[in-house]
């Protein structure tokens, strides 16, 4: 298209362009170039002969191009995810093409909505288990670490629903391995020139070992694992050509749901959490939905469509702090985006983070209000404006599974427990999801649940106190801190 101009962008330096800011403050720099150069702009990283051009595209109809209305010309060949494909497999995050079809085919009956509703019990279980730990912590109110107590929640969340009962000889090794894996993915997926890494190997084989041994026992002992993950892959076939999941198609597709299902829904909890801690206003409305909506019981699957209010705080946690904050594509044909030309094989960054951002989609984008998920506020908004769980024919299949763990979890909680969490800015790390950079502190106190209380009124967009709400804390221009190394 060569009438087309090139998209704008920021220059960099003459030798790496703009890859120091990008490995410095990702986050940062992908809002300044939406702010300076608009709806696409061209980020040019790394030195010459070896330089990679990005477009980013931030505003959602490029967003929906790229995902939906033209997705079969944007694949997922691109340094992240071939890196990650390199250490955790080729399962349903990472396949393209066929592959990815048959697979999808294969793996979608596996989270229909009755599915889900078998998992609830799961979530509520492990959130209770937690809730008794915090009761039981010396001092009131007791001083936790919130990530660092989602990453134990939604760990052994999916490792339940993955491997049952066998979630605590697995779950160890993936708590170990996790951490390692994730930063090493994310330097060599921006290193100009990936070195081999002895600290992935090992991390990376001690995670495929751990795993191999549950799949391999329960390939033994068929029906031994009361409809956990493991078990269903094992039995699953593809509706087409009746195939069974191979022993390492059924490996990585276990890895690929691992990685979504805790890492993501660790960040989501836990600055929804810190947000409903920093925010007493919007605490009090959720204290109020819990205690009319359960009165006192554990939520059922039943319960969860009833959560509206406490899903709408999750909602606006996973705008403000979205756990994919960034994410790639890689363009087969020559394309145009925002009247910009898109040449073949350029790499389109999608950013919710800087999207979510947007103060023509989001007025004062940085306040938390999760008024603005109330359906009528919602529905005259761009499908693409809000997009934690990307879309298309490639949306997250497990993004159902992650919003009803977020409500139940917060439910369970919030029923017995005020958060209040620390003032200071949270600092942000980059790896294969956006997470803290270090401890997000938060004093948990004990609170009496009432038994019955008034009906909530339908939350409306009114100027009430969420609306009023202070800015969330590290969600401005550069807060997103280095890499953990």
């Known amino acids: 298209m060569p009438s087309e101009p090139a998209a704008p962008g920021p220059r960099g330096s003459l030798l ?31 030195p010459p002969g070896r330089r990679v051009r990005l477009h980013l595209v931030t505003h959602p109809d490029g967003v929906q191009q790229v995902l939906a209305g033209n997705a079969a010309n944007y694949v997922k060949d691109t340094p992240f995810y071939r890196e990650l494909a390199a250490a955790v497999g080729d399962g349903l995050l990472t396949s393209d093409g066929q592959r990815w079809r048959r697979q999808r085919r294969t ?4 989270f229909a909505h009755g599915r889900l509703a078998d998992y609830v019990p799961v979530m509520a279980d492990e959130a209770v288990r937690l809730r008794r730990r915090w009761t039981a912590a010396a001092g009131s109110p007791a001083r936790v670490d919130l990530h660092a107590e989602m ?16 979630v605590d000889e697995a779950v160890p090794t993936i708590r170990a391995t996790f951490p390692a894996l994730s930063q090493q993915i994310r330097r060599r997926a921006t290193a100009a020139l990936p070195r081999p890494c002895r600290r992935l190997t090992a991390a990376q084989r001690a995670l495929y070992a751990a795993v191999d041994a549950v799949v391999e026992r329960r390939r033994r002992t068929p029906g031994g694992g009361d409809g956990d993950l493991v078990s269903l892959l094992l039995a699953a076939r593809d509706p087409e050509t009746g195939a069974p999941l191979s022993n390492r198609e059924v490996r990585d597709q276990l890895l690929i749901f691992l990685i979504a299902g ?6 989501a909890l836990t600055f929804a959490w810190h947000l409903l801690g920093r925010h007493p206003g919007v ?10 909506v359960l009165g006192g019981r554990v939520p059922t699957a039943e319960d969860v469509p ?32 925002g009247g910009y030309r898109i040449p073949p094989g350029s790499v389109v960054v999608l950013s919710p983070w800087a999207t979510h951002r947007r103060p023509d ?9 999760p008024e603005r998920f109330d359906p009528a506020a919602a529905s005259g908004r761009h499908r693409y404006a809000w997009f934690p769980f990307g879309g298309g024919p490639r949306a997250c299949i497990g993004a159902q599974f992650a919003l009803t763990e977020a409500v139940v979890a917060t439910a369970v909680v919030l029923a017995r427990h005020e958060l209040r969490s ?49 800015p969330a804390p590290g969600s401005r221009p550069g807060v997103a801190g280095r890499p953990r190394r």
Not at 107 to 110: D, G, K, R
């Open 16 to 46: 790496l362009g703009m890859a120091r800011e990008l490995r410095r403050d990702q986050l940062g720099t992908y809002r300044r170039a939406m702010t300076a150069h608009g709806d696409v702009a061209l980020l040019a990283a790394g």
């Open 107 to 110: 793996l979608a009956p596996l």
């Open 151 to 166: 990453v134990e929640y939604t760990l052994r969340v999916v490792g339940r629903a993955l491997f049952g009962a066998a």
């Open 262 to 267: 805790h890492e993501t829904t660790a960040t």
């Open 283 to 292: 605490q009090r409305r959720v204290h109020q939905e819990v205690d009319e």
């Open 306 to 337: 009833r959560l509206a209010w406490t899903a709408m705080a999750v909602k606006e946690a996973l705008r403000l702090y979205p756990p994919a904050s960034a994410f790639g594509r890689r363009s087969v044909a020559a394309d145009r985006i």
């Open 361 to 369: 989609l989001w007025p004062d984008p940085e306040r938390f209000d």
């Open 422 to 470: 620390a003032a200071a800015p949270v600092p942000l790390a980059t790896a294969v999801t956006l997470r803290p950079a270090g401890p997000v502190w938060c004093q948990v106190a004990a609170r009496r649940p009432v038994a019955t209380a008034p009906a909530l009124s339908s939350p409306r967009r009114s100027p009430g106190a969420a609306a009023r709400a202070a």
